[in-house]
């Protein structure tokens, strides 16, 4: 097989073409194992949403957004809520002030017919700072980092000086 054709004199190696092929694959596969396929999701929203479902359906959001997913965020007018796309606005606002840390707005809000489309990508910056920094809870924080949680006053304590109330077993 000819290694070098443009080097003076031509290298060549003798070499098993079966081998050859299979390592050739086997880089092949491994280079697309490391590549990652990026899907694009969409979440429909409607003008008159509640704010439980909002809360609902913009978590869900963050987390496609987290596992490295597009998200198409789609605003559905009916009627005569297509007289006020600035309602439509304001929510696709208040998404993208909940996603700032984790994503940034691809494509700007645009009233496509009867429908207000927003597109969000994952912030590769952003998420890169969240793995590098260890998450912090609420518990470690609250009781000075301690490993152990502080004990719930159901428990029972045995009886010291310290507890009064316990009864004297002499």
């Not at 994503?103 to 429908?115: I, Q, S, T």
Request: glycine share 6%.
């Amino acid at each position: 097989m000819e290694v070098a054709p443009n080097a003076n004199p031509p290298v060549c190696r003798i070499m098993d073409y079966g081998k050859f092929k299979f390592d050739a694959a086997q880089r092949a596969k491994e280079s697309r194992r490391k590549t990652s396929s990026v899907t694009l999701k969409e979440m429909k929203y409607r003008v008159k949403i509640g704010q439980g479902d909002f809360d609902t359906k913009t978590r869900k959001v963050l987390q496609f957004l987290n596992e490295g997913h597009k998200v198409k965020v789609t605003i559905m007018f009916r009627g005569r809520e297509t007289a006020h796309p600035h309602l439509g606005k304001d929510i696709l606002d208040r998404i993208a002030v909940q996603a700032a840390g984790t994503a940034k707005v691809e494509a700007a809000p645009k009233l496509d017919g009867r429908n207000m489309i927003m597109v969000l990508a994952p912030d590769k910056r952003a998420q890169a700072a969240a793995k590098a920094k260890p998450p912090t809870t609420e518990a470690a924080q609250s009781n000075g980092g301690a490993a152990a949680p502080a004990s719930s006053p159901s428990t029972p304590r045995p009886p010291t000086q310290e507890n009064p109330d316990a009864k004297d077993e002499d």
